[in-house]
């Protein structure tokens, strides 16, 4: 598992201002969290650390509508509302100097698009970015601005013609989805809670692309409960042959770890063990379809010291070619901050304690369960499109 090129993460501590202010779930802590305890463990001597550049307007407006971010700009430095733009809700209050900060995200983000395309890394990962849900012309889920957008329309800009994002998020990746979804260069696939129950309510398997992109968005709607077994169950029997048969030229992934079991605002019940394996498959992918090159950003997690700060640092382990055991004890130095800091007690070990297996899909189909029906109605939509039969 070992990366056999340089491998980066954009960063600098003053992305953590991108803060929606007190009670907010989205609380920066998590992100300061995850740097902290991946430098204590080490992860942080394998990757080289990048700064983050701010995205000026121009680069910004490569997806969004310049009414957007005269919005944004105006409201973080006079106050007030735009509900036409999706600022002032409780989703997305405002905040003081909120352009700066959300443009702070948007430049890691490309920072990190362009450490891989110019060949200075292999892997890059923006921690900090993956505002999966913003669309052009507003803000939405905790979203400001959506840095990946940007990243994929570089991508295009350059020529590419290619692309693969996967969002793991338990969230549908909406804003991703909804900015290509008419651009056959662009596929984008999302493993989310079912939008039945869960924000945006978007994202099922009859939404699979426009008019001449038939078959470049894949959602496979997951039932609330399902756990390690049936989301690995669910990946494996749709991720790799659609990338496969896409011969991405690279692979962009989207990492929120709202689908723990842990996670207040969802109803997946996954492991951090769970949730590392997919990284390790999807790095495995990277190098399989993209020669190694490979895009990647973080997002939704809202158990904050629980959650996000270990499967976050599992996610750069991997990104940096070291991933570390699964038992590993947190550092001291690192519960002690938290217990300080935040007067709660940390997680003692970089593990769930589970060993993460999953029945194969070509270990047979059972239509009597919601999973395999979930499964099977994207695998129906999608995989002709591809060349590929759904049924084996």
């Not at 942080?44 to 983050?52: F, I, K, P, Q």
């Not at 352009?99 to 200075?120: D, L, N, P, W």
């Not at 939704?300 to 010291?305: H, I």
């Not at 070509?362 to 239509?367: E, I, N, S």
Request: proline letters at 8%; aromatic letters at 6%; one cysteine or more.
């Amino acid at each position: 598992m070992e990366c056999s090129g340089p491998a980066s993460v954009v960063f600098d501590k003053s992305l953590v201002e991108y803060d929606f202010g007190p009670g907010h779930p989205m609380s920066p802590v998590r992100v300061d969290l995850t740097m902290r305890l991946a430098e204590e463990l080490g992860v942080l001597e394998h990757v080289r650390m990048v700064e983050a550049p701010v995205a000026d307007d121009d680069l910004i407006a490569t997806v969004h509508d310049r009414s957007l971010i005269a919005a944004v700009t105006r409201c973080g430095t006079e106050g007030g509302e735009d509900a036409e733009h999706g600022l002032g809700t409780d989703d997305d209050p405002v905040f003081r100097d909120m352009h700066k900060a959300a443009a702070h995200v948007v430049g890691a983000t490309v920072e990190a698009f362009r450490q891989v395309t110019s060949g200075e890394s292999l892997h890059s990962a923006s921690i900090a970015g993956g505002l999966h849900h913003a669309m052009a012309d507003r803000s939405a889920g905790f979203c400001i601005y959506n840095d990946i957008a940007v990243g994929i329309q570089t991508l295009l800009d350059q020529g590419y013609q290619r692309i693969a994002y996967v969002d793991v998020d338990v969230h549908h990746g909406d804003g991703v989805e909804r900015i290509f979804y008419d651009d056959p260069r662009v596929l984008t696939i999302s493993l989310h809670e079912t939008g039945q129950m869960l924000f945006p309510g978007t994202g099922f398997p009859s939404d699979s692309g426009g008019p001449g992109a038939e078959g470049t968005a894949v959602n496979v709607a997951l039932p609330p409960g399902t756990a390690d077994a049936g989301w690995l169950r669910a990946f494996h029997a749709v991720v790799p042959p659609v990338l496969r048969a896409w011969e991405p030229e690279i692979l962009v992934t989207q990492h929120g770890c709202d689908s723990h079991m842990e996670d207040p605002l969802a109803h997946l019940m996954l492991t951090v063990d769970g949730q590392r394996a997919a990284y390790v498959a999807l790095h495995e992918l990277a190098h399989e379809v993209a020669d190694g090159r490979w895009v990647v950003t973080g997002g939704g997690g809202y158990a904050l010291v629980e959650v996000v700060p270990r499967a976050w640092t599992h996610l750069l382990a991997i990104v940096g070619g070291h991933p570390i055991p699964p038992e590993t004890p947190t550092p001291p130095g690192w519960r002690s901050h938290v217990t300080e800091l935040l007067d709660r007690t940390p997680p003692h070990r970089m593990t769930d304690g589970r060993t993460p297996a999953y029945r194969d899909w070509a270990d047979g189909y059972d239509p009597e369960t919601w999973l395999d029906r979930a499964i099977m109605a994207t695998r129906t939509e999608v995989f002709p499109l591809h060349g590929l039969d759904p049924y084996p």
